[in-house]
């Protein structure tokens, strides 16, 4: 809830609150918190909802989905998807091809020469490991490309810095950098900017929060890759409504935010 991203995805879903015949409840723990969110999930399915719209942060959340379908509870994953489980259907961003596009611009970029260190949200939230596993699928095959070292950044900004100042003086050939979560970009910056070193180390990161917005006018970020949060909140639930209505299938191709929602902000 102390997200920017996860405002905006909040404001879109009570934006479609307004314009439709429907009661949004929008909860979530304070930062990004699986064993909560999974509580409250659980706290969803037993208050009989219409229906879920729910972040499948991690594998625990399959069973939890499952269980409110089998209790006829449809459910659309959102950001972060379950395709393994009985979740009607997803919306948000291609997160493997976020990384394989961070990825061939970077490659592009640095003309196939750079030495990178890569700053994740979460080791083990979905999101962020396809968004690294894109990233590296892409430049495992570059001669020139090589990772020396990725951390977690708990998607916490002053964890971010703590992790790329460390990073940064462990490994000072590092000229890439590229962080996965939205934080992860202004944690970077200001690790890079306390060893003088901001204007020799390419960065990309994810979102175009305003922060983040700022510090690529200023150059101080090269790439951002950029998704549309409120237009996610806006259309799960324009998509749950037509769900219950069953103007929509069962199982669904998923709404995936990938030419049309993700882009690539210079």
Known sequence: MDHDYWRLVGEGAKDAEKKYDVFVEYEGPRRSNPEEQ???????IKAKVDGIIVQALTEDFLPMINKAVNQG????TIDTDAPESL????IGTDNYLAGQIAG?????????????????????????QLRVEGFKNVVADIEGVEIVEIEESNITQVIAEEKTYEMLKNHPEID???GTSALD????????????????????????LPENMELLEQGKVDVLIGQKPYEMGYRSI?????????????????????????????
């Open 87 to 90: 979740r009607t259907t997803y």
């Open 104 to 128: 061939k611009t970077l490659v592009e970029d640095k003309k196939g020469q750079a030495t990178v260190g890569i700053i994740t949200g979460s080791f083990t939230n979905a999101h962020h």
């Open 238 to 266: 324009e998509l749950m409504l037509d769900i219950v209505k069953g103007a929509f299938g069962r199982r669904s191709q998923p709404y995936r935010c990938n030419s049309s929602f993700t882009e690539e902000l210079r």
């Open 176 to 178: 890439a950098l590229y």
């Open 73 to 76: 509870i449809p459910v659309i």
């Open 185 to 208: 970009g202004i944690g970077m910056v200001h690790a890079a900017e306390s060893l003088n070193r901001s204007s020799s180390i390419y960065m990309i990161s994810f979102d175009t």
């Open 38 to 44: 999974l509580k409250l999930l659980d706290q969803a």
